[in-house]
């Protein structure tokens, strides 16, 4: 499971799951103490205004945090009762794995990007519909098309149409 944690209006832990217990280090005597003061693993900054946010306003509110090694999504939600706001509940998603697959696919996209826009070849991409999404520096050298301009464009709309028909061959 996921660290769960619920505080009241004054920012106080009410409860808390084993998740939290042993990611924040709760043990039953930290009931009662506020949220601001509750250890947090290395490095991991203090969301109590994120909190007192989500209580003030009524709405929730989803950001990144992270500790020394993790990455975590942070969600804090409203706690109603019949009367309005009596708290939040708050739960840590680890999502340190998929921060690493993102970090690394932008990498490597990059790598791919320098070496396609480097190459003395001409290079383009077109999504399904015959659009431009990617241009290299040599074909915008080739036929003089500034690269913001042919993005998104086809053939078509870049080329007379002799040159645009053999493309399209």
Known sequence: GF???VVNRDLELERYNRPAADLLFLTPSAVGQRVGRIKRPRGMGDFTDTVRQVIADGKPAETALASENRHYILHVTPNFSPTGVRGAIIFLIDNTELNA???AAR???EKMM???DNSHALSSLKDPSGRYIFVNRRFIDTFDVPSDNALGK?????FAR???DEFRR
Do not use: K
């Not at 086809?154 to 870049?158: F, N, S, W």
């Open 101 to 103: 697959a993102e970090v």
């Open 114 to 116: 320098a070496i396609m």
């Open 107 to 109: 990498n490597s996209q």
């Open 154 to 158: 086809t053939d078509r709309q870049l």
């Open 3 to 5: 660290p769960l944690f």
């Open 162 to 164: 002799g040159i645009a």
